[in-house]
C-alpha cells in the first residue's frame, strides 16, 4: 500500500519545534548577557533546581533511537523490554548514591578533573580523549539514524533534517549555554510525550480498544516477559535486562559528563539527588509509552507485517510507517510525531555538545592558557561548541557511508561506557588502586570490550539465540510464499572460528559487564603488583565508603573496612575554612596540599556543608567567596 508523505501541516508542527527550540537559546543569551562566565555558561552558574534538571535528564537519556527503535523491538522480540525499568532504578539508585557525591564534593565541573585528583594527568586526558571520540561517533549516528528512517517513509528531506538538526543545537548551545540546553530539553520532552499519547490512542482507537491489544499480544505471544533462562549468550532474557541493562546504562549515564554536569550545576546535593529520582519517573513513563506502542503496532499489523513484505527497508522503519498509516486523514500528527522523534534526537544532541565543550574547557584549554580572562573564557566556550556542533553533523554525514556500520558504531557507547564505568569505580570503591593500575585497568577493560563486540559484528549469532517472533504476511497484497521469509534463519558465513559460538555470541548488554569487570580486575592487580596506594595517602573525599552500609553495627569492623583511609577526620571544607586568617588570608602552615595532586586552587574550591539545607551545596565552591 502506498502511504501518503509530508503535506504543508505536518512541516509547519514541524518547523515550530525547532523555532522554539531556537527562541530559548535566544531569550537565555540576552537573559544572561550581563552575567556571561563561562561557569554560568558550562554549568548554568551552579543554581539550577530539581525539576527542570530532571526533564532535562530523561530528554537526553531518551534519544530518537529509543522513539524509533524500542517499539519495533517490541513488536519483532515481544515486550520484555519493559523489563528495563529495574535496570533503570539500579542506575539512578547507583548515580545518586554512590557517584554523584563524590563529583559533588569534590566541586568539580568536568567529571574527568576527579580522575586527575584520584590518580593523575595522564589518566585524565586517556579517559577525556576517550570520552570525546565516543561521543562525537555516537552523536552522529543519533542525528542520522533517525533522519534516514524518516526519510524513507514520510518522503522527509534527509540533508535538510541532518544540517537543521545540527544547526539548531549548535545555535541555541553557543547562545544560551546549558541553562538554554535544559529549559529546551524541558519542552522537547513535553513534545515526545505528546507525540507518544497521540499515537497511542489513536492506534489502540482504530485498533478496537486496549482489551483487544492486549489480546492480540498475547495471541502474538509478546507478553512473555519473564524468562529467567541464565543462558548469557541470549540475546534478551531477565537477567540479560537486570543486569546487563545495568551495566550498559551506568557506563553512559551514571558516569558520563553531559548527566554529571547537569547534576552538579544543582544549588545543592540534595537538590540533585531529587533530580535523579525525579528523572527517574520520567524513564519509566517514556518506557512505558515505547512499549505500548509496540503492542499497538502488532495489533495493527499482525496480519500483514510491512517489513517482511518488503514495504519498508529496515525495522527502525515501522514506527514512522505505522504513524503514517493511522494518521492518513488528519495532517499535522504524522509532523508532530516527527517531531517528537528529532525532540530525542535534539536533546541528546545538545547535551553531548555542551558536555564536550565543558571537557575540553576544563581539561584541555585551562590547562594550556592559565590566565584566560573571564570575557575570555566564556568566548572560548561558545567557539568549542560550535566546532564540536559542525563535527557531530560532519560525523552525521560520514554515517551516511557506513551502512551497515551504523549498528556497531551505536555499541561503541557500551564498549567504551564499560570500561570508563570501571575505572571510576576503581577510584571511587577501591582506595588502593593506583595510577598504573588505572591505566591498565582502562587499557584491558577497552581491549575486551571491543574484542567481543567487533567478533560479535564479523560472526552474528546464533538465529536460536535472538529469535524474532512470528510475523505474518498472509493480508498482504503479495503472493503468499513471502510469509515464509519471516521464519527463515539468516545465511551464516560457511566457516565460523571456535569462539564464534561462545565468547563472540555473548548477547550486545554485556559488553558493558565485560568491559567494566575486567578493567577492575585487571586495574587491581596491577596496582598490587606495582604497590598499592595507602588509605592514609587518599583523600577521604575522594572514595565513598560502601562498607558502611554493610557493616553498619559495628564501628570497628566499619573502620577495619576504610583500608586506611580517613573517612572519620574532621570535614575538609570546614577545616578549610577554619585555615582563614582573620583578613581573609590562609594562616601559616595551612598550605599543604591534598596528596595524589589536589592542587590549593582545588582545595579551596570544596564547596561546604550547608547545615540549613542539611547537604552540600555549591554556594562557597569558589575561593573568592572566602575573600
Not at 522480540?77 to 559533588?104: Q, R
Not at 499515537?199 to 529467567?228: C, H, K, Y
Not at 593500575?437 to 574484542?451: R, Y
Request: hydrophobic share 45%; charged share 10%.
Amino acid at each position: 500500500p502506498t502511504i501518503k508523505n509530508f503535506v504543508a501541516w505536518d512541516y509547519v508542527v514541524f518547523a515550530a519545534l525547532f523555532l522554539i527550540s531556537s527562541g530559548i537559546g535566544i531569550f537565555f543569551a540576552i537573559k544572561e548577557r550581563k552575567n556571561a562566565t563561562s561557569k554560568q555558561f558550562l554549568v548554568g552558574g551552579k543554581q539550577m533546581t530539581c525539576g527542570p534538571v530532571a526533564l532535562s535528564l530523561t530528554a537526553s537519556f531518551m534519544s530518537a533511537v529509543t522513539v524509533l527503535g524500542t517499539p519495533a523491538e517490541v513488536y519483532r522480540y515481544g515486550a520484555s523490554f519493559i523489563l528495563f525499568f529495574i535496570a533503570y532504578t539500579l542506575v539512578i539508585i547507583f548515580t545518586s548514591e554512590l557517584f554523584l557525591p563524590v563529583f559533588y564534593r569534590s566541586g568539580i565541573t568536568s567529571t574527568y578533573e576527579y580522575l586527575e585528583l584520584r590518580f593523575n594527568k595522564a589518566v585524565r586526558f586517556a579517559a577525556t580523549l576517550i570520552y570525546i571520540l565516543q561521543t562525537i561517533l555516537y552523536t552522529g549516528v543519533v542525528v542520522y539514524a533517525p533522519a534516514l528512517a524518516l526519510n524513507q517513509v514520510t518522503g522527509f528531506n534527509l540533508w535538510a533534517s541532518v544540517f537543521a538538526t545540527g544547526i539548531v543545537c549548535t545555535f541555541y548551545c553557543t547562545l544560551g549555554g546549558l541553562k538554554a540546553v535544559v529549559w529546551t530539553d524541558a519542552f522537547q520532552l513535553v513534545v515526545m510525550v505528546a507525540g507518544f499519547l497521540t499515537v497511542l490512542i489513536q492506534g489502540t482507537v482504530q485498533n478496537g480498544g486496549p482489551s483487544n491489544i492486549w489480546e492480540n499480544a498475547m495471541n502474538g505471544s509478546r507478553l512473555d516477559v519473564f524468562d529467567f533462562d541464565v543462558d548469557p549468550l541470549r540475546r534478551h532474557t531477565f537477567w540479560t535486562i537486570a543486569i546487563g541493562g545495568t551495566f550498559t546504562w551506568l557506563g553512559i549515564y551514571g558516569v558520563n559528563q553531559s548527566t554529571i554536569q547537569r547534576c552538579i550545576s544543582c544549588k545543592s546535593e540534595k537538590q540533585a539527588k531529587l533530580a535523579l529520582y525525579l528523572n527517574l519517573l520520567g524513564l519509566w513513563v517514556i518506557l512505558v509509552c515505547a512499549v505500548f506502542s509496540g503492542l499497538v503496532m502488532y495489533a495493527h499489523f499482525k496480519n500483514c507485517d510491512p517489513w517482511t513484505a518488503g514495504f519498508i527497508s529496515a525495522p527502525d522503519q515501522l514506527m514512522p510507517y505505522f504513524v503514517m498509516d493511522i494518521f492518513s486523514t488528519m495532517p499535522g500528527l504524522p509532523g508532530l510525531f516527527v517531531a517528537c522523534a528529532f525532540s530525542g534526537t535534539l536533546s541528546t544532541v545538545a547535551a553531548s555538545i555542551n558536555a564536550l565543550a565543558t571537557v575540553t574547557f576544563e581539561d584541555f584549554v585551562k590547562d594550556c592558557l592559565p590566565n584566560l580572562s573571564e570575557k575570555n573564557s566564556t568566548w572560548v566556550s561558545k567557539g568549542l561548541c560550535v566546532v564540536f556542533g559542525v563535527l557531530c553533523t560532519s560525523m552525521a554525514v560520514a554515517a551516511s557511508l557506513l551502512g551497515g556500520v551504523v549498528q556497531a558504531s551505536l555499541s561503541i557507547h557500551g564498549m567504551c561506557g564499560g570500561p570508563m564505568l570501571g575505572l571510576f569505580t576503581l577510584g571511587i570503591v577501591f582506595p588502593c588502586a593506583n595510577w598504573k593500575g588505572a591505566v591498565g585497568g582502562l587499557l584491558t577493560g577497552i581491549t575486551i570490550a571491543f574484542w567481543v563486540a567487533i567478533g560479535a559484528f564479523v560472526y552474528p549469532a546464533q538465529p536460536s539465540k535472538a529469535h524474532p517472533l512470528y510475523l505474518s504476511t498472509a493480508n498482504c497484497t503479495l503472493a503468499n510464499n513471502t510469509e515464509m521469509i519471516s521464519t527463515l534463519a539468516p545465511t551464516l558465513p560457511p566457516t565460523r572460528p571456535q569462539l564464534a559460538d561462545s565468547w563472540y555470541s555473548l548477547s550486545y548488554l554485556y559488553y558493558s559487564a565485560v568491559g567494566c569487570l575486567g578493567c577492575i580486575i585487571a586495574g587491581l592487580l596491577i596496582s598490587f603488583l606495582t604497590g598499592p596506594d595507602k588509605g592514609e595517602d587518599v583523600q577521604p573525599l575522594l572514595i565513598r565508603p560502601v562498607c558502611n552500609l554493610f557493616c553498619f553495627w559495628s564501628k570497628k569492623y566499619k573502620t577495619l573496612c576504610w583500608c586506611g583511609v580517613q573517612h572519620d577526620s574532621p570535614a575538609i571544607p570546614e577545616s578549610s575554612e577554619n585555615n582563614l586568617g582573620e583578613d581573609g588570608t590562609k594562616k601559616t602552615g595551612t598550605d599543604e596540599p591534598f596528596q595524589n595532586g589536589i592542587n590549593k586552587e582545588t582545595q579551596s574550591r570544596l564547596p561546604g556543608y550547608n547545615h540549613y539545607e542539611k547537604s552540600y551545596t555549591n554556594m562557597s565552591i569558589d575561593a573568592e567567596s572566602y575573600f
